[in-house]
């Protein structure tokens, strides 16, 4: 299963909501634990991005706010608050989509997932996948019009 493909049909659930279109899967032994859009204006609520509900999702379905041997699939580079939450969570690998040059904290503007400093480290695996950054652009396109 193309985990990242599973990511950008959550991504596009956000953009037929009028949501930023960013999609997120959390994956342990190769099966799919959780999944997750953004939501942040359907529950006008600042935290309800895609990767904090699907950490949410996750610890639930394990029982367990450490999510370690887990793996995480988004479409779009977290920002910090999501970035600190996935080190927090001990997921121990990130496959990012595309990155965010504006508030991107996976090495785009800073590091929050592989900061000495803070105590982290997680797996970071850029994939640079075109459809990723074709729905952003789409989205942002839209609002500008």
């Known amino acids: 299963m193309d985990f990242l493909t599973e990511a950008l049909k959550e991504a596009q659930k956000a953009y037929e909501k009028n949501e930023i279109p960013v999609g997120a899967v959390i994956v342990k032994d190769n099966i799919i634990i959780a999944r997750a859009h953004n939501l942040k204006e359907e529950l006008k609520d600042v935290t309800a991005h895609a990767e904090i509900l699907a950490i949410k999702k996750a610890s639930e379905y394990l029982n367990n706010w450490r999510l370690q041997g887990c793996e995480m699939y988004v479409t779009l580079e977290p920002c910090p608050m999501c970035a600190a939450a996935i ?27 592989q900061n000495i400093t803070l105590n982290y480290f997680v797996d970071v695996i850029w994939l640079y996948e075109e459809e990723c950054s074709n729905i952003i652009t789409k989205f942002f396109n839209k609002k500008c019009r």
Not at 87 to 113: E, M, Q, W
């Open 87 to 113: 080190a927090a969570a001990r997921i121990k690998r990130i496959y990012i989509g595309t990155f965010d040059p504006k508030v991107g904290a996976c090495g785009s503007t800073i590091n929050i997932l």
